[in-house]
């Protein structure tokens, strides 16, 4: 199985604010995926990043942008914190071998007060 | 774009009855048909998938079965246990790519 590591697992931030969070895989996969999940809905797709490139966005505001760095770490910066941006974000890589299987880390929890 | 339609929101059964749960998506290009089960503060974990070129899937008590031409694929789940309470979730693939859109989720309550 795939490690995902994200970080933090909670944080409270008010409005107006800018947050980060932080992805790791254990297997430093070159393809990382973030994903938004609000309370009692699915995942919505953000945007996804092949060798600290952009590849595809979801529809989200420019203030969500995101980072993946050489070792394929990844980050998900917002700005401009909104209420309604309070939702449980899920990064998440192939599982590899080709079949197309996204292993999701245990997610951030952000709310925005 | 993709839209994924997921039905029942609930859906609660007695243990050892069989639960489905459907989905339509609208994207005739999607080739890639996923479901996750995602217990109450956990992260969304595969329990099956389906490929466009494939009809039937099946693991044990689950399967998944996908009609191309209507546009929609179906969780079976057999013998459920209570165990298996818990939210599950189709994807579709956005056309060919890695991308998944997800449905609003079914919460599924097995009762003892």
């Known amino acids: 199985e795939t490690g995902v590591t994200q970080s933090p697992t909670h944080l409270i931030k008010t409005r107006g604010q800018q947050v980060t969070l932080r992805c790791s895989s254990q297997s430093g996969h070159n393809t990382v995926s973030w994903y938004q999940q609000a309370l009692g809905q699915g995942p919505q797709f953000i945007f996804q990043?092949?060798?600290?490139?952009?590849?595809g966005r979801g529809n989200f505001p420019p203030r969500f942008s995101g980072l993946q760095f050489p070792n394929y770490s990844s980050e998900l910066n917002v700005n401009a914190l909104e209420l309604d941006d309070s939702a449980l974000y899920l990064c998440a890589t192939p599982a590899g071998g080709n079949t197309g299987e996204l292993f999701f880390g245990e997610g951030s929890r952000l709310t925005v007060l | 774009g993709e839209n994924v339609e997921q039905h029942p929101s609930t859906l609660s059964v007695q243990e050892g009855d069989s639960a489905v749960i459907k989905c339509t998506y609208s994207?005739?290009?999607?080739?890639?048909f996923p479901w996750y089960k995602q217990e109450l503060g956990k992260r969304p974990q595969l329990i099956i998938d389906?490929?466009?070129?494939?009809g039937e899937k099946k693991d044990q008590r689950i399967a998944v079965t996908l009609n191309k031409t209507a546009k929609h694929f179906s969780l079976h789940i057999t013998e459920t246990q209570p165990e298996d309470s818990a939210v599950y979730f189709c994807a579709a693939s956005l056309g060919g790519s890695e991308k998944l859109v997800f449905g609003k989720g079914t919460k599924l309550t097995v009762n003892p």
């Open positions: 389906i490929r466009s070129n494939v």
């Open positions: 994207d005739s290009a999607s080739n890639y």
């Open positions: 990043y092949y060798r600290e490139e952009e590849n």
